[in-house]
């Protein structure tokens, strides 16, 4: 027999600089003579290839029983048309699995980008619109051999929902 899935709510906070630093960065738009510092993607893609696209994400569920990892690259990920949309995260760990209690939801504004660090467990993106456009810098096989994946409903018998 067996057990029904558990939904856990996860509340979208507002992202910031701080509240995101243990998963990344969040870039803002600055003036084109502003001098590269650490406010800056700092990016690391020396594992291949560096892959430069647009991905079309069309409207999703809230809900997400798997989260995934890159630890080959960070990843940048933003939305065209000032589109706000929704991620879950939670930090790297050395563990195959991220904790539970780690995980975290933010509302991104569509005038800034994320910037995941390497090994950052990330759920999404998500949004509320028919479609979203996504400009995605990963490498160009990140999702073929840099793809780890955890799946809570096996380990937890949980669904979690960004509210």
């Known amino acids: 027999m067996s057990k029904s899935i558990v939904v856990k709510q996860l509340f979208a906070q507002e992202i910031t600089p701080e509240n995101f630093r243990p998963f990344g960065q969040v870039i803002w738009a600055t003036g084109d003579d502003k001098q590269y510092n650490q406010d800056d993607a700092q990016l690391n893609l020396e594992n291949g290839t560096p892959r430069f ?44 699995a991220p904790k539970l209690e780690d995980v975290v939801a933010f509302k991104i504004p569509g005038n800034c980008f994320i910037k995941l660090e390497v090994g950052t467990w990330h759920a999404g993106p998500y949004s509320d619109y028919e479609f979203v456009d996504f400009y995605n810098l990963e490498l160009s096989d990140t999702n073929e051999v840099d793809h780890f994946t955890h799946n809570f409903a096996k380990s937890h018998n949980l669904e979690l929902e960004i509210i």
């Open 53 to 96: 696209y647009i991905m079309r994400l069309f409207g999703k569920d809230r809900k997400f029983t798997k989260i995934t990892r890159h630890i080959k690259c960070t990843q940048c990920l933003g939305s065209l048309e000032a589109k706000e949309w929704l991620m879950a995260v939670a930090p790297p760990c050395v563990e195959n």
